[in-house]
């Protein structure tokens, strides 16, 4: 009986709310939608066909022709050989995976110790919160150069250090290839820790208290109620925030431009510093829409996975 | 739950460990910023961790002062740096805002520009790097190189994504019940969408319009490529700081980031709230 009520009361609320003129709604939508539309069709369609184009041939904005005339150089799709023959790329490649690797599995570690500190109410919790995500807010090349200072030779680091083991240590971090690598990889993970450990906890505060008192009661100790409750529950939002960070740190470049410019040699040299190489110094333009469309492709494919997982993280109650 | 005292100790040491590691490279800038030239690159026994006389001087010779211990002439002085990053920012915002608050509205009420979720996941996706030849070419064409119009154009096309997707699900927790009763009292529905909706979501769109300005606010890269001179912004021109003649600025360079870094830290513990939204493209809420 209610059922049928309801079902009326919805059919009421459909006719009140149907337009004037049937397809209002869908023209003002439309119209809305326009400036959007144009905007991404403006950064997509007409840029992709133009690096496309030029991919194909040897043009550089120093070679004196407009780039529509490109087609004057067309090489035969040399620029993708010479990709797959790029050392240069492939240990640029390498590098930024190395980074990933180490960077987004140390944040989320971190993050995630955190944030199960921070689960529960304690006093000055607002405040430790507040604070622990500022560096996530620090404008990055500004994060740069803070690092950039912090490894000086005479810095602060190598303070601390010859502090803690009692005698004077000058360590040249940013000269050395190793070492400036990982003083590339603490920037990162100092910056973007916070970022795991909002997002873990926002997920964290979501796993039902019932259930986890339940558990108590039945025996289960924390590392059990932790591996058998609040992971599984946890999954997408850890998948999501896994998604974000493997993004973001597969584009790296302000902080760690900043700090070392790739070096030393081409030491901390990432996919992006490369890129940024090859179009300012070597100005090959064809080459370098040749590597990025390569990347694109790779990266389309990766997007549709993306966005079917976040369409699943919209149904998780938070 | 009630915790053990062990683990509260446990807590408040780990908790201030973070907080040690989290302050210390904001502290050392901001403590370089105010240290006079002599203690800039002080090293071992003469490494000061706060300025022993603390001075303004670093701010005052960004600002074109020049001070008796820094002989170095700037080129243009930080005033109009902080200009460009000030109007690309806040224009850039404003292409964001209106493009996105719009089209999520035309997608939650009325279903139009479904490819537009994926498309501008797609776009976030991108490495700016990975676009930025298209860009320069076009962007010379249409002589908006090194134009903070320039900028603003392409932090508007950039941050899109956030906007669209924030104001998406804002749009999508409102309930639709105040919207039918206007539409029953003869409002057209772009007069209930700019009289009654937007006027209800003015906490979400300030939200959503500091996250936005935030990040493009913190831009470097593109700034890097698009700017050479009239209108680089403050990271572009704090990195152009060390290639002078005399060496490393730092105490002018801390000075810049200071500049630089205030404004967003303030903002975002502002919008705190709304940062798991925001950064999540909408798929997790706080």
Redesign the interface.
């Known amino acids: 009986m209610s059922a049928v009520t309801a079902t009326i009361a919805e059919d009421k609320?459909e006719a009140?709310?149907k337009?004037a003129t049937p397809n209002?709604?869908?023209r003002?939508?439309?119209?809305?939608?326009l400036?959007?539309?144009i905007?991404?069709l403006?950064?997509?369609a007409?840029?992709?066909l133009?690096?496309l184009y030029?991919s194909v041939t040897d043009w550089s904005p120093l070679s004196g022709i407009g780039?529509w005339n490109a087609w004057e150089m067309w090489n035969s799709f040399a620029n993708y050989t010479d990709l797959a023959a790029d050392t240069r790329f492939w240990s640029a490649l390498q590098r930024t995976a190395i980074v990933m690797l180490v960077c987004v599995p140390a944040e989320f570690l971190l993050g995630l110790?955190?944030a199960t500190?921070f689960a529960?109410d304690?006093p000055g919790k607002r405040i430790?919160?507040?604070?622990?995500?500022?560096?996530?807010?620090?404008?990055?090349?500004?994060?740069g150069?803070?690092?950039f200072?912090?490894f000086?030779?005479?810095?602060?680091v190598n303070?601390i250090l010859s502090r803690i083991v009692g005698g004077?240590v000058t360590i040249a971090w940013l000269s050395d290839p190793t070492l400036a690598l990982i003083a590339v990889m603490v920037a990162d993970i100092?910056q973007w820790t916070?970022?795991m450990f909002?997002?873990l906890l926002?997920?964290l505060v979501g796993v039902p208290?019932d259930q986890?008192?339940a558990a108590?009661l039945l025996g289960a100790n924390a590392w059990q109620r932790f591996t058998t409750i609040v992971l599984p529950k946890m999954k997408t939002?850890i998948i999501?925030?896994l998604a974000?960070r493997v993004?973001e740190n597969?584009?790296i470049?302000?902080t760690l431009?900043?700090m070392t410019g790739g070096g030393p040699g081409v030491a901390t040299e990432t996919?992006?510093v490369y890129?940024?190489k090859v179009?300012?110094q070597d100005l090959i333009?064809g080459y370098?829409?040749a590597?990025?469309l390569a990347?694109?492709i790779v990266?389309?494919i990766?997007?549709?996975y993306?966005?079917k997982r976040?369409a699943k993280?919209?149904e998780v109650p938070? | 739950m009630k915790r053990s005292v062990p683990f509260e100790i446990f807590r408040y040491a780990a908790i201030l460990a973070a907080m040690a590691v989290t302050l210390v490279p904001i502290l050392w800038m901001v403590s370089m910023a105010f240290k006079p030239i002599g203690e800039w690159s002080a090293t071992g026994a003469d490494l000061t961790w706060w300025p022993r006389q603390p001075t303004l001087a670093n701010f005052q010779f960004v600002f074109g002062h020049s001070t008796n211990d820094l002989i170095v002439a700037l080129d243009h002085t930080a005033v109009k740096p902080i200009l460009s990053s000030l109007l690309s920012a806040v224009f850039g915002t404003v292409i964001a805002m209106s493009a996105g608050t719009a089209a999520a509205y035309g997608l939650s009420r009325f279903g139009s520009g479904q490819n537009l979720p994926l498309a501008l996941i797609q776009l976030r996706l991108f490495p700016p790097m990975a676009v930025m030849i298209p860009v320069m070419i076009m962007w010379a064409f249409l002589n908006l190189n090194d134009t903070w119009w320039g900028l603003a154009l392409i932090y508007g096309i950039v941050t899109l994504p956030f906007a669209f997707w924030l104001m998406k699900t804002f749009f999508d927790d409102l309930p639709r019940e105040i919207e039918e009763a206007a539409l029953v009292e003869g409002c057209s529905r772009l007069r209930v969408f700019t009289r009654i909706t937007l006027p209800m979501m003015r906490a979400p769109l300030a939200s959503a319009a500091l996250f936005v300005f935030i990040l493009n606010w913190s831009d470097y890269l593109i700034a890097l490529l698009l700017t050479t001179r009239e209108w680089v912004t403050i990271p572009v021109y704090m990195a152009s700081l060390s290639s002078s003649m005399t060496g490393q600025l730092y105490g002018a360079k801390a000075a810049l980031g200071l500049i630089a870094a205030v404004p967003p830290v303030i903002m975002g513990i502002a919008i705190q709230r709304h940062l798991v939204r925001g950064l999540t493209f909408g798929a997790l809420k706080q």
Do not use: C, N
């Open positions: 609320m009140r709310t337009p209002e709604g869908a003002l939508g439309f119209r809305l939608t400036p959007a539309q905007l991404v403006f950064i997509s007409f840029p992709l133009m690096q030029i780039w110790a955190l500190l529960d304690f430790f919160y507040s604070i622990l995500l500022m560096p996530m807010m620090v404008v990055p090349a500004v994060a150069y803070m690092f200072m912090l000086q030779s005479g810095g602060p303070d004077p100092w916070p970022l909002l997002i926002a997920g208290e986890m008192k108590t939002i999501i925030a974000i993004i597969f584009k470049f302000d431009y900043i996919i992006s890129i940024y179009t300012t333009w370098v829409a590597i990025a990347i694109l990266l389309s990766v997007a549709v993306a966005m976040m993280g919209r938070v």
